[in-house]
């Protein structure tokens, strides 16, 4: 099939060499409920599942079977309680469970184990293991209540799964877990993943739910996210949280506090979300990690690439003044940077001006894919911070394209003649740059 635009393809799998590097050999844990089967989404998680094999990711996969079970019990016509959100998991329910799970264990297996030529499963050669790795406890009683079969997570064999993992197959977990009496309990597929990743110390842990990730009281989706941020939107009263995200996001949150280094929420609606989340730098989901992905920081030598990959098109259609690299060298220490996970994704100057205690906001530039999600508003701050500890009383700009994002962020234009001194000698009067300044 040929492709609508190769030149964006080829710039895409260039910029997700960095991640290919990064992933290889690291574990990452993807669960999501049984609806991903019963709706016919696995066999696309499937091959992205493959793809990420063949690059050499240690994969665990979570799968729930709350679908299953709810269906067969209105079938039975069998009364379902909750108590917390948690299934109270009576004799009956449990020979439900028992029967779903291991109906989506080997209907996942089947389609793990698809080599079709011209399929993008064509050469796979994955190998699934499943078995009881997963160690259970009762819950016991909560709110009066004994929730029978219902259980957590007491331990993992993180012994045999690694054996299973350096021997490159991929392993298959389902939401039941075993005592050490041979009793057989239901578990919470997120628990079930937490758990895991926690306990093998994993890079990611993957949630793929009915959501695109979590949203703000506005319904905006939330691409990034610290554990404190994360808890403070759980703990909301207004907070819109719901389906899902509800039961993923605690958890992702803790496998973050205990060392998992980031977790990710993802729609299993949109084909090849698992891809676009974890190999493009703005992703399609929410991003959990225990610091901050994205800082502004003073520009150091080894930016100067990425702040020319900035400025360059700017240039050329005249936007900027050109600035070769070696003025960049011996002006980097004027320039702050924006860095989103490794990447330089916006970058501004600042010129101060002492005698008149002003300095010129410079070089102002965000990378167009994060364009519209504040990106210049921080970079704006953090200049303005800066000039306000070299005790600097104003801003002011020169622009021929932007001016009302400036004035729409407190600058006033005003006439060439306010310009300090020396910056008025260097006016070009060919470019008939709008002059802005902003006291602080």
């Known amino acids: 099939m040929a492709l609508a635009s190769p030149d964006k393809f080829v710039q895409w799998f260039r910029a997700a060499a960095p991640y290919i590097h990064a992933f290889r050999g690291r574990t990452f844990v993807i669960a999501f409920g049984g609806e991903a089967i019963s709706e016919g989404r696995f066999v696309g998680i499937n091959h992205d599942l493959n793809l990420l094999a063949a690059l050499g990711v240690r994969l665990v996969v979570v799968h729930g079977a709350r679908a299953q079970i709810d269906a067969k019990l209105k079938e039975l016509g069998h009364r379902t309680r909750y108590v917390q959100g948690l299934r109270v998991t009576d004799d009956i329910t449990l020979a ?55 259980g957590e997570v007491r331990k993992i064999d993180v012994a045999a799964m690694r054996d299973r993992l350096n021997f490159g197959e991929l392993v298959l977990l389902s939401p039941l877990g075993y005592s050490a009496t041979g009793e057989i309990f239901n578990v919470a597929l997120e628990n079930v993943a937490e758990a895991v990743a926690v306990a093998l110390g994993a890079e990611k842990l993957i949630f793929m739910m009915d959501r695109p990730g979590a949203t703000n009281a506005r319904g905006g989706l939330l691409r990034e996210l610290t554990p404190l941020q994360a808890l403070k939107l759980l703990t909301r009263k207004d907070s819109t949280l719901d389906g899902d995200a509800k039961f993923y996001l605690p958890c992702a949150v803790r496998a973050c506090e205990q060392g998992v280094k980031r977790a990710h929420l993802i729609s299993r609606h949109a084909d090849g979300a698992l891809l676009q989340e974890l190999f493009t730098h703005q992703g399609v989901g929410t991003m959990i990690a225990p610091d901050p992905v994205e800082k502004l920081r003073d520009a150091k030598i080894n930016d100067i690439g990425g702040i020319l990959r900035l400025i360059e098109p700017l240039e050329a259609d005249g936007t900027l ?111 008939r740059s709008v002059v802005l300044i902003k006291r602080l």
């Not at 078995?131 to 819950?139: L, R, S």
């Not at 002003?358 to 990378?367: P, Y």
């Open 321 to 431: 003044v050109k600035r070769g690299r070696d003025l960049l060298e011996m002006e980097v220490g004027r320039f702050s940077v924006l860095e989103h996970d490794g990447m330089i994704t916006g970058c501004a100057a600042l010129y101060p001006f002492t005698e008149e205690r002003a300095a010129e906001l410079a070089c102002l530039v965000v990378h167009p894919e994060f364009r519209g999600r504040d990106a210049g508003e921080r970079l704006l701050e953090g200049m303005e911070q800066r000039a306000r500890r070299q005790r600097l009383k104003k801003l002011f700009v020169l622009t021929t394209r932007a001016e009302h994002w400036f004035v729409e962020h407190g600058f006033s234009e005003v006439s060439v003649d306010e310009l300090p001194a020396q910056k008025r000698e260097m006016y070009n009067y060919q470019r």
């Open 96 to 150: 439900v469970a028992k029967e779903a799970s291991g109906r989506l264990r080997v209907e996942i297996e089947a389609l793990l184990s698809m080599g079709l030529p011209g399929s993008p499963m064509a050469g796979a050669d994955i190998r699934v293991s499943s078995g009881n790795f997963v160690t259970a406890k009762p819950i016991g009683i909560l709110d009066g209540v004994d929730l029978q079969h219902t």
